[in-house]
C-alpha cells in the first residue's frame, strides 16, 4: 500500500532532557499536543540514517502506550526507518528488549516505560532509546537527543498508516516511495531461547517439582514471562503465579518490588508455606528475592552469593567470569568475592549503561545495583527473571534454604549491613538545599576527623567527597554522580538525588557497614545501622532541610 507522509510543525519544549533511564513524566505531559511527537523526532534525528535503520519497540503495557507505540510506528514510516520488531500487544520487557536487539543486530530499540513507577491516567510514562548493543543510550546520544529537542521546529509522520499490533505477523507499506515494514513479534520467544542457553532447565524443573516457590509480577510486563517461562516450561504451579496479569494501571499497585510495596508477597511468604519468593518492577528488569519466612535478601547481597555460585550456570561454565561490577551505592559485599577469586570489580555510576562499555570490553561478566537490578552479559540491561532462575540454579545445586546460603556466605566473606532511605516526592528546592550543604562541608572539609555519636556507637569522618568516575574504556568523566560520607572503619553514608522520578526530588540515603565478628551476622539490619543512620541526618540535616520526619521506603 503506497502512502504519503506529512511534515507538522510545532514549537520546541525545554524540558525533555532524557534521565538515567529515559525521559520520564507524568502522562498528562506526554499527552500534551506535540510533547510525545517531538520528542520520538528528537530521537529519531538523532540516529545516524546513513545506513539502514531498523528498531524493536515494546514496552510495559501501561497506560498510554498503546497510543505512543502506533504514534512511533508513524513516525519511523515517515521518517524512513526500514523496518520495526513490534511486540505483540505492544508489551515486551526491557530485558527482552536488550535480547532482541543483540539477536537481530539492529539499530537500536524504543522501550516504552516509566519502569518502578505507578502507571495510569494519573500517573507516570516514560520513553527510552537503547543502542545496538541493547544498552541504554550514553551520555553522548542522551545529550545530543536533548539538544535536538531544544530547537525542534518539525515532525514528520504518516498518519494514514495503522498497524494491528495484536496478531504477530510483517506488514509491508510504500512510504514516500520508500519500503516500510513492521513485524510484530511474540513477546517472550526469544527471551526464552536465550534463557534455554543460559541455564539448565533439567536442574531447574528438579528443583520447582520438590519445592514451593511464589512468583507475583505486580501486575507489570512479566505476567507472560513468568506464565510461559516458570510455568509451562519448567513445572512451577500455575496457582503459584500472582498478579501475573499486565494491566495499564498495574491494577493500582505501585510496581516497584520492595519490602513496601510488595507488602502481600511478604505477609504470604510469612506463613513459611514456601521456600522461595520473587517479585518484579514493572518492565522486568528488577526483582526481589525472599526465602522462607520472608528472609529478605537485600540487593547487596543477592548480588554477591551469584557471584559466589556463577559456576552452577551452563553459560558461565563456558564463558568463564571475566570480572564483577556494581554501582557506587550498592553495597560491597561482591567487592570480597572479586578478591577472593582475583578478578576485578569495578564502581561505577547509577545507571546500567555504565556497565555496557566494560561488558563490550570483555572485562564484566556480572553486576548490579542496590536498586534491586542484576544482571549479566547475557544482554545489555539488568534482569529481573535471570537473576530469579541464577538463585533457582544456586538453590538446586546446594539443597539449602535461602536463609542458609546467606548465613554460609556471611560467614565466608563477612557481612555488609546495607540499608536505603528513599524519601519521595520531596520539595526540590529543599533537596537541593541539603545537596548544597553537604558540597559546602566537602569543600571546606569541616568534619573530616570529626567524630560522631549516635547511640552507644562512634564513628571518626576519614574523607568526604562527589563520586565521579573516569570510564576506562572511552575516557568519559561523569561528575557529581553521589555525596559520600567515608568513616575511618569503613563504613560509608552516601547522599542521592534520583533521577527516575517525574515530579518532586527524591532523596536516597544510603547506609553500609562491614562486619567481621560471626555474633553479629544474624543481627536485624535496622538495629545494626541504627547508630549510623542518625549520624547521617545528623551531618546531612534532612529532616529539619525537607520537614520529612521519616522515609517513604526503608529498604
Known sequence: MALTSETVATVPFLDQKPGTSGLRKAVKVFEKSNYTENFVQAMLNAIDFS????????????YFGKQATQLIIQMCAANKVRKLYVAQNGIMSTPAVSC?????????????????????????????????????????????????????????????????????????????GWDFDVEVVDSVEDYLELMRSIFDFNALRGYLSSHQVLINALNGVMGPYVKRILCDELGMAASNAVNCTPLEDFGGRHPDPNLTYAADLVEELKKGQHDFGAAFDGDGDRNMVLGRNAFFVNPSDSLAVIAANMQCIPYFQ?????????????????????????????????????????????????????????????????DGLWAVLAWLSILAQDNKSVDEILIDHWHKYGRNFFTRYDYENCDAESANSMIEMLETLIENKSIVGKTFTGGAKSYTVLMMDDFEYLDPIDYSVSRKQGIRIHFTDGSRAIFRLSGTGSSGATIRLYIESYETNPDRYEDATQDALKPLVSIALEISRLQELTGRSAPTVIT
Not at 51 to 57: I, Q, S
Not at 322 to 341: I, L, Q
Open 318 to 382: 563456558r564463558t568463564g567470569i571475566r570480572g564483577f561490577a556494581r554501582s557506587m551505592p550498592t553495597g560491597a559485599a561482591v567487592d570480597k568475592v572479586a578478591k577472593a577469586c582475583g578478578k576485578q570489580c569495578f564502581e561505577v555510576p547509577t545507571g546500567w549503561k555504565f556497565f555496557g562499555n566494560l561488558m563490550d570490553a570483555g572485562m564484566l561478566s556480572l553486576c548490579g545495583e542496590e536498586s534491586f537490578g542484576t544482571g549479566s552479559d547475557h544482554i545489555r540491561e539488568k
Open 51 to 62: 545506513k539502514e535503520v531498523n528498531l524493536v519497540v515494546g514496552g510495559d503495557g501501561r
Open 100 to 176: 532482541l536487539i543483540r539477536k537481530l543486530k539492529v539499530t537500536g530499540g524504543i522501550i516504552l516505560t516509566a519502569s518502578h513507577n505507578p502507571g495510569g491516567p494519573h500517573e507516570d510514562f516514560g520513553i527510552k532509546y537503547n543502542v545496538s548493543n541493547g544498552g541504554p543510550a550514553p551520555s553522548s546520544v542522551t545529550d545530543r537527543i536533548y539538544d535536538i529537542s531544544k530547537s525542534l521546529k518539525q515532525y514528520r509522520i504518516c498518519k494514514n498508516l495503522n498497524v494491528d499490533i495484536s496478531t504477530t505477523g510483517n506488514s509491508k507499506w510504500e512510504v514516500d
